[in-house]
C-alpha cells in the first residue's frame, strides 16, 4: 500500500479519535477513584486500571498532534484530571507501602513521570523496592514482564532484565504457530508489540525477525477479529498495523471500525456488548479507538508516528 493510499483513507479515519475523546470526556465521573483507593477491599480492575489506560493512551493520542485545538484541550483536560485523581501520585505511593512489590501502581506511575509529572516520595520509594532482589526474582508473565521494564525505563529505574531474553517468552517472540491465535493470544501479541514500540510510537524497538512475522500474519488476525466483531481487539490490532515499516491495506478494516462507533463517539467491546450502554464494556474499546486512529492518521500525513 502506497503512501498516497494512506492518506486516501485519512477522512475515513480522521474524525474517530475527536468523536472518541467526546465521549470519554462526557464520562470523566466514570474514571473518578474512590474515596480511599489504596483500600485493598477495591477492585483495582474497576478502579485504578480504567484511570490508568486513560492517562497512557491520552498520552499517545496528544503526541501525535493530529487534534484540532479544542479536542487537544479536551485531551490535555483528559490527561490532568488522570493526574489529579492519584493525588498527584500519592495514591500510588500509598498503594505501593501497603504493596510494595505490585507492578501496576510503577506501570501507572510511569506514564505521568514520563510526561514531567513527579512525586518525590514515590520515587524514593520505587528506587528502594525495584532494588531488592524480590522485585528482580518475581515470577511474572514474559508480557507483563516487558511491561514492567519499559515502566521501569520511563520512571528513570533501570530496568531489571534485557527486554529481548523475556521477548523470546512471549507468543509472538516465541514464535508460536501464526495458527494458534486467539483473543488471548492476540492481546498477548499486541501488548508485547506496544511494549517494544513504546505503544506503537517507535518502530525501530521491533526486531527484524517480528517485523517479517507481523508483516505475514497481522492482516489474517485482523480479519479474524473484525469478521468476529471484536472491536477492541481489532483496534489493537490497527495500532500494531500503524508501526511497522511496511504498510498495510487496513481500509476495509477501518471501515468496519468506524461504523462500530456511536454517535455519542463510543465503541463497544464486541458486537455483541454493542446494546449494553454500560461504561465497563465501553471505556477501553473507546480509549483504543481513538488511540489507533490518531496512530493511522498520524501515518497518513507524514509516513511515520511520533513518540
Same mark, same amino acid.
Given at each position: 500500500?502506497?503512501s498516497?493510499?494512506?492518506?486516501?483513507?485519512?477522512?475515513? &479515519? #480522521?474524525g474517530v479519535a475527536?468523536?472518541?475523546?467526546? *465521549?470519554?470526556?462526557a $464520562?470523566?465521573?466514570?474514571?473518578?477513584?474512590?474515596?480511599?483507593?489504596?483500600?485493598?477491599?477495591h477492585?483495582?480492575?474497576?478502579?485504578l486500571?480504567?484511570?490508568?489506560?486513560?492517562?497512557?493512551?491520552?498520552?499517545?493520542?496528544?503526541?501525535?498532534?493530529?487534534?484540532?485545538?479544542?479536542?487537544?484541550?479536551?485531551?490535555?483536560?483528559?490527561?490532568?484530571?488522570a493526574?489529579?485523581?492519584?493525588?498527584?501520585?500519592?495514591? @500510588?505511593?500509598?498503594?505501593?507501602r501497603?504493596?510494595?512489590?505490585?507492578?501496576?501502581? !510503577?506501570e501507572?506511575?510511569?506514564?505521568?513521570?514520563r +510526561?514531567?509529572?513527579?512525586?518525590?516520595?514515590?520515587?524514593?520509594?520505587?528506587?528502594h523496592?525495584?532494588?531488592?532482589?524480590? *522485585?528482580?526474582?518475581?515470577e511474572?508473565?514474559?508480557?507483563?514482564t516487558?511491561?514492567?521494564?519499559?515502566?521501569?525505563?520511563?520512571?528513570?529505574?533501570?530496568?531489571?532484565?534485557?527486554?529481548?531474553? +523475556? @521477548?523470546?517468552?512471549?507468543?509472538?517472540?516465541g514464535?508460536?504457530?501464526? *495458527? #494458534?491465535?486467539?483473543?488471548?493470544?492476540?492481546?498477548?501479541?499486541?501488548?508485547?508489540?506496544f511494549?517494544?514500540?513504546?505503544?506503537?510510537?517507535?518502530?525501530?524497538g521491533?526486531?527484524?525477525?517480528?517485523?517479517?512475522?507481523?508483516?505475514?500474519?497481522?492482516?489474517?488476525w485482523?480479519?479474524?477479529?473484525?469478521?468476529?466483531?471484536? *472491536?477492541?481487539?481489532a483496534?489493537?490490532? !490497527?495500532?500494531?498495523?500503524?508501526?511497522?515499516?511496511?504498510?498495510?491495506?487496513?481500509?476495509?478494516a477501518?471501515? &468496519?471500525?468506524?461504523?462500530?462507533?456511536?454517535?455519542?463517539?463510543?465503541?463497544?467491546?464486541?458486537?455483541?456488548?454493542?446494546?449494553?450502554?454500560?461504561?465497563? $464494556? $465501553?471505556? $477501553?474499546?473507546?480509549?483504543?479507538?481513538?488511540?489507533? +486512529?490518531?496512530?493511522?492518521?498520524?501515518?497518513?500525513m507524514?509516513? #511515520?508516528?511520533? #513518540?
Amino acid at each position: 500500500m502506497t503512501s498516497a493510499q494512506l492518506t486516501h483513507q485519512e477522512p475515513e &479515519v #480522521s474524525g474517530v479519535a475527536p468523536a472518541a475523546l467526546r *465521549w470519554l470526556n462526557a $464520562h470523566r465521573d466514570d474514571f473518578r477513584l474512590p474515596e480511599e483507593p489504596e483500600d485493598p477491599r477495591h477492585d483495582r480492575d474497576v478502579t485504578l486500571r480504567p484511570l490508568g489506560e486513560l492517562a497512557r493512551l491520552i498520552r499517545v493520542v496528544l503526541a501525535q498532534d493530529v487534534l484540532g485545538a479544542e479536542d487537544r484541550r479536551l485531551a490535555d483536560e483528559l490527561f490532568a484530571f488522570a493526574w489529579r485523581e492519584t493525588g498527584q501520585g500519592e495514591v @500510588l505511593a500509598a498503594i505501593a507501602r501497603r504493596e510494595p512489590f505490585a507492578t501496576y501502581p !510503577l506501570e501507572i506511575y510511569a506514564v505521568f513521570a514520563r +510526561a514531567g509529572l513527579r512525586h518525590p516520595g514515590f520515587d524514593a520509594q520505587l528506587r528502594h523496592i525495584t532494588g531488592t532482589r524480590a *522485585w528482580r526474582t518475581a515470577e511474572r508473565g514474559a508480557t507483563r514482564t516487558l511491561a514492567v521494564l519499559g515502566a521501569e525505563h520511563d520512571a528513570g529505574l533501570p530496568r531489571h532484565r534485557d527486554p529481548l531474553a +523475556a @521477548l523470546r517468552e512471549t507468543w509472538l517472540g516465541g514464535g508460536a504457530e501464526p *495458527w #494458534s491465535f486467539t483473543a488471548e493470544a492476540g492481546y498477548a501479541a499486541t501488548h508485547t508489540v506496544f511494549h517494544l514500540t513504546d505503544w506503537c510510537t517507535e518502530p525501530g524497538g521491533l526486531t527484524a525477525e517480528l517485523r517479517e512475522h507481523l508483516r505475514l500474519w497481522l492482516p489474517a488476525w485482523l480479519t479474524c477479529s473484525v469478521e468476529a466483531g471484536h *472491536w477492541d481487539l481489532a483496534g489493537e490490532l !490497527l495500532a500494531v498495523a500503524a508501526v511497522l515499516p511496511e504498510p498495510m491495506d487496513v481500509a476495509q478494516a477501518w471501515a &468496519v471500525l468506524a461504523s462500530a462507533q456511536g454517535a455519542d463517539g463510543a465503541v463497544a467491546e464486541t458486537a455483541e456488548l454493542a446494546r449494553d450502554g454500560g461504561f465497563r $464494556h $465501553h471505556y $477501553h474499546s473507546t480509549l483504543v479507538t481513538a488511540f489507533s +486512529a490518531a496512530l493511522t492518521v498520524r501515518r497518513s500525513m507524514t509516513g #511515520s508516528v511520533r #513518540s
